[in-house]
């Protein structure tokens, strides 16, 4: 079961009149990018405001900062469709075709789908901060649903799901091929332990001014009696070291 509050966003939870407990068997299939056509303080107050009928399950602010109104296990109203006599009508009760190949015959897309809502206007480009926070948070979700990203599968605007009145949402400067390169980059990164263990990479320089070539492993820990050591294998040798004392680097032949 995915965890319901991503821990590195701000806990917002919202009424309940404006989200559905649970997604009624549905599993995510997809996050759907919004824009919120105005500033991240006012995204709060709209979504716990029960007349509105509102929610997304996060907005990511132009600073980076994430906030979460909605479980991810639960059901966020941003994404809503209604299937009624063989055609899909959008909220404001207008027929609409949508582009998402894979939505489930006759079922809401509320259901099955994350809700991201981003500071800002359509014509904005994203900042940097607000991409790496998308990023993170596409990573995390990733990781809860087993979603691999695909731009317009599993990773689209709300544009693809309501393209009539959503047409520019979240805008034509999105760029969702990076977004999903970058955080299948980094998840692929993630399989490997990550040792950041000698910040000056001593070894790496040592290596280099004895001809030894280029790294084939990361820096790896061995204990020989008693004390830790740092090693890393080159084209020409492994490269050692007790764990802090980098003026005194040896090496020895594969
Ligand atoms: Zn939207």
Same mark, same amino acid.
């Given at each position: ?20 407990? %649970? ?12 824009? *919120? ?11 716990? $405001? +029960? ?17 979460? @109104? ?7 109203? *941003? ?18 075709? +949508? ?10 897309? $509320?259901?099955?789908? !994350?809700?991201?809502?981003?500071? %800002? ?11 790496? *926070?998308? $990023? ?14 695909? +731009?317009?599968?599993t990773l689209i605007g709300h544009y693809e799901i309501d393209p009539v009145d959503k047409a520019n949402c979240p805008g034509p400067n999105v760029e969702y091929a990076r977004m999903a390169l970058e955080v299948t980059v980094w998840r692929a990164?993630? &399989?490997?332990?990550?040792?950041? !263990? ?10 280099q001014a004895n001809n030894l070539g280029y790294p084939q492993t990361d820096e790896f820990e061995f204990v020989y009696d008693g004390k830790t @050591? ?18 005194? !680097? &040896?090496?020895?032949?594969?």
């Amino acid at each position: 079961m995915p965890l319901d509050w991503c821990p590195f966003a701000t806990k917002r939870p919202i009424v309940s009149d404006n989200f559905s407990v %649970g997604r009624d068997g549905q599993k995510v299939r997809a996050v759907v990018l919004h824009i *919120a056509a105005g500033p991240l303080s006012a995204v709060f107050p709209t979504f716990n $405001n +029960p007349a509105r009928k509102a929610s997304a399950h996060f907005c990511i602010g132009k600073d980076g900062t994430i906030e979460q @109104y909605v479980s991810v296990n639960d059901t966020a109203y *941003a994404n809503g469709l209604a299937w009624k006599d063989g055609q899909w009508y959008n909220p404001a009760g207008k027929v609409v075709q +949508p582009t998402w190949q894979d939505l489930v015959p006759k079922v809401n897309p $509320n259901l099955y789908t !994350i809700s991201i809502e981003h500071e %800002g206007y359509p014509a904005d480009k994203w900042t940097e901060a607000m991409y790496d *926070a998308n $990023n993170r948070l596409l990573l995390w979700l990733a990781e809860q649903f087993d979603l691999t990203y695909v +731009p317009r599968r599993t990773l689209i605007g709300h544009y693809e799901i309501d393209p009539v009145d959503k047409a520019n949402c979240p805008g034509p400067n999105v760029e969702y091929a990076r977004m999903a390169l970058e955080v299948t980059v980094w998840r692929a990164a993630r &399989k490997f332990k990550w040792m950041p !263990i000698n910040d000056r990479a001593a070894l790496y320089q040592f290596a280099q001014a004895n001809n030894l070539g280029y790294p084939q492993t990361d820096e790896f820990e061995f204990v020989y009696d008693g004390k830790t @050591y740092v090693g890393q294998v080159f084209n020409l040798g492994i490269v050692y070291a007790r764990k802090g004392d980098w003026g005194n !680097i &040896k090496w020895v032949n594969k």
